[in-house]
């Protein structure tokens, strides 16, 4: 029997098993695509491993789709959690390898700030990019924080069709291996209300990268304040992350994680399961 804890953030939901040994990671895709489904598995946007590398304990993610993700947000806080649960570290600031580099986490009350790094523009040097989709043209902001996004402005999030046009950007010619599209819209000079289509995963209710995404085009674009003036509120339909920068051009994203539960499952059963 093999053991989980699954946490979430912002509702973005996440399975997370230890794997030192480095047993389980070559199954990630088959793990994750049977674990994370809602019906038949444990349900969750993604399966976690929690490895050691470089002296790091390290975060390796797969999609519910079993694609692997170079960097998820919220999974970053969620396996901040779980290392200090289990004394694997000692807060209150620690670092943890991803597959995008080590990031810093500094526990702030029951929050976590997460140093994401900078923002990398250089997909289409900060300029939009535009896609024709079913005869409907967009502008979509390339921007990297460590995965993929595009940031996209509409001008009312509560009547947009999310599960039509999420896929369709996601999927779009010009990335080249997808990307998570952020639906945004401004509210005020330090308020956002984002949806996300992730890729590899949907709709999900809360992202991470996604935020940071975009609250920092918004603020490059001067459609808010800037992030180094004080924090931006991004308002996800799992609820709210602060995103600010710092003088180095860092992005820090605070907000919480908690865990759901945990338990153990069999993993050899769903290996003959998935071979029948």
């Known amino acids: 029997m093999t053991g989980f804890v699954k946490y979430q953030g912002l509702g973005n939901d996440f399975i997370f098993m230890e794997d030192f040994g480095g047993n389980l990671l070559g199954r990630g895709e088959m793990l994750a695509q049977a674990l994370c489904?809602?019906?038949?598995?444990?349900?969750?946007?993604?399966?976690?491993?929690?490895?050691?590398?470089?002296?790091?304990?390290?975060?390796?993610?797969?999609?519910?789709?079993?694609?692997?993700?170079?960097?998820?947000?919220?999974?970053?806080?969620?396996l901040a959690h779980y290392l200090l649960d289990h004394g694997y570290v000692q807060g209150p600031v620690f670092q943890v390898g991803t597959m995008s580099g080590a990031k810093e986490i500094r526990l702030a009350d029951e929050w976590y700030v997460v140093d994401m790094g900078e923002p990398d523009f250089s997909f289409s040097q900060g300029q939009p990019v535009e896609i024709v989709s079913h005869g409907v043209a967009w502008q979509a902001y390339p921007v990297s924080m460590g995965n993929p996004h595009g940031v996209v402005f509409v001008d009312d999030l509560a009547t947009f069709d999310l599960a039509t046009w999420g896929p369709r950007l996601e999927h779009a010619e010009v990335w080249p291996s997808g990307a998570n599209i952020e639906f945004t819209q401004v509210l005020s000079p330090n308020q956002i209300e984002v949806k996300v289509?992730?890729?590899?995963?949907?709709?999900?209710?809360?992202?991470?990268?996604?935020?940071?995404?975009?609250?920092?085009?918004?603020s490059r674009l001067g459609l808010t304040q800037e992030l180094t003036a004080g924090a931006i509120r991004v308002s996800l339909p799992g609820g709210v992350l602060a995103i600010h920068?710092?003088?180095?051009?860092?992005?820090?994203?605070?907000?919480?994680?908690?865990?759901?539960?945990?338990?153990?499952?069999?993993?050899?059963?769903?290996?003959?399961?998935?071979?029948?």
């Open 245 to 276: 920068a710092g003088a180095d051009n860092h992005i820090f994203m605070a907000g919480p994680a908690v865990k759901v539960f945990s338990g153990t499952i069999d993993i050899s059963t769903i290996e003959k399961e998935r071979k029948l």
């Open 197 to 218: 289509w992730e890729r590899g995963a949907g709709a999900t209710l809360a992202c991470g990268t996604g935020a940071c995404a975009a609250a920092v085009v918004a």
């Open 37 to 78: 489904h809602r019906q038949f598995g444990i349900g969750a946007d993604g399966l976690v491993f929690i490895t050691k590398e470089a002296g790091l304990y390290t975060m390796r993610i797969f999609n519910a789709d079993g694609t692997e993700a170079e960097m998820c947000g919220n999974a970053v806080r969620c």
